[in-house]
């Protein structure tokens, strides 16, 4: 009687030490899910967002006004290229980091020639995420979309 006794205790306990387990693996897949949505929420809180717009003239600090791009999202702005601003194939690459609210003017851009091409920003994040601001002007409206990742 006593061997009956102990394979029954033996086999409840294997069958709590599963359901333990099969707990555990929904615990720890929660607990995934939650550290994803943490690092999803950081990259929200610090996300950048340039936008190329016309500046109006600022007397006090001598800023005559013009094309400028500008920091609108709510994290800086880094390893930042865009396309030429004269409307010449290629990228102007370097272009200083621009902390939100900030932004850099764009001294030789020509709507005109523009109007006919579009404009793309290559920026990161801070944790190296990388967007694209892309503005393009159909029948003569400025039109601005961005992009999440690599390329247009």
């Known amino acids: 009687?006593?061997?009956?006794i102990q394979?029954?205790?033996?086999?409840?306990?294997?069958i709590l030490?599963?359901?333990?387990?099969?707990?555990?693996?929904?615990?720890?897949?929660?607990?995934?899910?939650?550290?994803?949505?943490s690092v999803e929420q950081i990259e929200a809180v610090q996300k950048p967002f340039l936008a190329l717009v016309f500046k109006p003239e600022n007397i006090p600090e001598?800023?005559?006004?013009?094309?400028?791009?500008?920091?609108?999202?709510?994290?800086a702005a880094l390893n930042i290229r865009h396309s030429h601003p004269q409307g010449y194939d290629g990228w102007v690459e370097n272009v200083?980091?621009?902390?939100?609210?900030?932004?850099?003017?764009?001294?030789?851009?020509d709507r005109d020639v523009m109007q006919n091409r579009v404009f793309t920003i290559e920026y990161e994040s801070l944790s190296g995420t990388k967007y694209n601001t892309?503005?393009?002007?159909?029948?003569?409206?400025?039109?601005?979309?961005?992009?999440?990742?690599?390329?247009?």
């Open 1 to 4: 009687m006593t061997n009956w």
């Open 62 to 75: 001598r800023f005559p006004g013009g094309w400028a791009i500008e920091n609108q999202g709510s994290g």
């Open 7 to 14: 394979a029954l205790a033996a086999a409840a306990l294997v």
């Open 96 to 109: 200083t980091p621009i902390p939100k609210g900030d932004f850099r003017v764009l001294p030789t851009f």
């Open 17 to 37: 030490t599963w359901r333990s387990l099969l707990v555990l693996r929904g615990y720890a897949k929660d607990t995934k899910t939650i550290a994803d949505k």
């Open 134 to 152: 892309i503005v393009d002007w159909p029948g003569h409206v400025m039109r601005t979309r961005f992009q999440e990742g690599e390329g247009q």
